[in-house]
């Protein structure tokens, strides 16, 4: 099994670097994200970054219509972009958000999942576990402005953000959900609610898949502050005021610290996890729970 996948390869052979942005922001100066005139959007087909470098941020967002599921292409693009802010210093911070009305993420790409061979399965886990690794790691501030309901991976990309905002709809609940699916969230989705909300809610809210709406969001500490929808991404720019105030290599030391056992954990057993994502997500009995779920997710329309 081609465990070596590197992401870093598989970036290089998906896209080229900054490939111009297509749809609405395609080829035209649109306002900065904190408001500046003049400074040209850049990204890749499914993520628009809208960068300040006069504030020292970007905003970043999702759009991989019509639920942001983290699909393969979308991961590396997410990579991408992240690295490209990462690489610039005139970046010190990033809002991520979605361009998907009433979306955060749907989670893992489910057909990344279902019916496709272990070098697939072992190439995807590998870009999930890069995907959170960086997140998580980053040295820039990452501030979540969640706009919509987030469901499992997407909920660990907001909980590997530094601070969560959530827009007030009942309909927006977010949470790690994987039970319902008869599958399991891995140690280190795990680790990461746990250090977010605690042992004891943390427990109670795996077993059970719970997807907690903002009240409860909030009132478990899964975010951090609660907003009008109309004021989320507004709310995470005051906020990150704050975080930038902090000079920054005592802010990044303390985050690393923070953070590091956490990550290291995976680091250490990086193959292992991904041999032990692939044997699981090949059974027939998770492949039949996956596409029953699948099936109802579409069933619903009807
Ligand atoms: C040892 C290791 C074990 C494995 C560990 C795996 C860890 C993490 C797992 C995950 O992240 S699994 C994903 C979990 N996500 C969910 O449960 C959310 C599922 N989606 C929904 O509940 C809804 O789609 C929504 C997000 C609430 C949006 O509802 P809406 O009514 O607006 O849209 P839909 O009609 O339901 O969906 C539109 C379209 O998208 C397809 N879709 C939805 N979610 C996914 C997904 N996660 N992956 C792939 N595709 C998805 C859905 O089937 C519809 O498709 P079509 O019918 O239009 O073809």
Request: aromatic share 8%.
């Amino acid at each position: 099994m081609a465990l070596a996948v590197g992401i870093r390869g598989l970036t290089r052979s998906l896209l080229r670097p900054w490939v111009r942005v297509p749809g609405p922001a395609r080829g035209r100066t649109e306002p900065a994200a904190g408001g500046g005139d003049g400074v040209r959007c850049f990204g890749s087909p499914r993520v628009l970054v809208e960068p300040d470098p006069a504030a020292g941020f970007a905003v970043m967002k999702m759009r991989n219509p019509p639920v942001n599921s983290l699909s393969l292409e979308f991961l590396t693009e997410l990579l991408i972009s992240l690295e490209k802010l990462e690489s610039d210093k005139a970046f010190h911070a990033i809002i991520l958000t979605s361009d998907c009305p009433g979306i955060f993420s749907a989670g893992l790409d489910l057909m990344e999942m279902c019916g496709r061979d272990p070098t697939h399965y072992a190439e995807y886990w590998k870009a999930v576990q890069e995907l959170w690794l960086r997140f998580y790691l980053s040295h820039l501030v990452v501030i979540s402005a969640i706009n919509g309901v987030n469901a499992a991976g997407g909920c660990l990309l907001a909980l590997s953000c530094d601070y969560r905002v959530l827009a007030d709809n009942p309909k927006y609940a977010m949470g790690l959900n994987e039970t319902l699916l008869g599958i399991i969230a891995p140690f280190w989705f795990k680790d990461t609610l746990v250090n977010t909300v605690g042992h004891r809610t943390a427990e109670r809210a795996l077993q059970l898949g719970l997807l907690f709406p903002p009240a409860e969001a909030l009132q478990v500490g899964m975010v951090d502050k609660v907003v009008p929808e109309d004021q989320v991404l507004s709310a995470a720019r005051s906020e990150l005021a704050q975080w930038l105030a902090i000079p920054g290599h005592a802010r990044q030391l303390t985050k690393s610290l923070m953070r590091k056992p956490t990550a290291d954990r995976l680091l250490k057993e990086r193959d292992a996890d991904i041999q032990n994502f692939v044997r699981f997500i090949s059974r027939d009995a998770i492949q039949k729970a996956l596409r029953v779920y699948l099936e109802k997710l579409k069933q619903k329309k009807t």
